[in-house]
């Protein structure tokens, strides 16, 4: 093979991945969550989850973290490995209390997280509100721990 066809072929090999690798993730527009079922929590920012145990704000949840957070995080918070493996926000050996694993959550949804100039994850304050972000903490609590 000469080396312009084998050049040729590597350029294409690389355009192909990289199309790919960006269609992977697919429509990554966040989409909006209805929390009309749920208690409203007000302007200021809760510290802890309000939503804990709540079938609804549960059931809300399921449907916020596949639309938004599954993509990356993985079906049923059962991640790839590439991105955290959000049940171990449940682990009492990763966090000391539920109030610890309570805060990083809502720091790293609200903020995001941008490491070295890149975007790991996009913040979500402006986009979903804290009534969305309690509910997919309390769908997390839902799945359990790692196994």
């Known amino acids: 093979?000469?080396?312009l066809k084998l050049a040729g072929a590597v350029?294409?090999?690389a355009s192909l991945f990289s199309a790919s690798s960006v269609m992977?993730?697919?429509d990554v527009t966040p989409?909006?969550?209805d929390v009309s079922k749920l208690k409203p929590l007000g302007e200021e920012w809760l510290e802890e989850n309000p939503y804990s145990g709540d079938d609804m704000a549960i059931k809300v949840g399921d449907s916020?973290?596949?639309q938004n957070c599954a993509r990356c995080h993985g079906l049923e918070v059962i991640s790839g490995g590439i991105t955290p493996d959000l049940r171990?926000?449940?682990d009492e050996t990763e966090f000391d209390t539920k109030a610890e694993a309570d805060d990083w959550f809502m720091m790293r949804v609200r903020n995001g997280a941008v490491v070295d100039g890149r975007v790991y994850m996009p913040p979500f304050e402006s986009i979903l509100s804290q009534e969305a972000m309690w509910a997919i903490r309390a769908y997390i609590e839902s799945r359990g721990l790692i196994e």
């Open 1 to 3: 093979m000469s080396t």
């Open 31 to 33: 989409q909006a969550v």
């Open 88 to 90: 171990k926000l449940n």
């Open 24 to 26: 992977g993730h697919g």
């Open 64 to 66: 916020a973290y596949n």
């Open 11 to 13: 350029c294409l090999a």
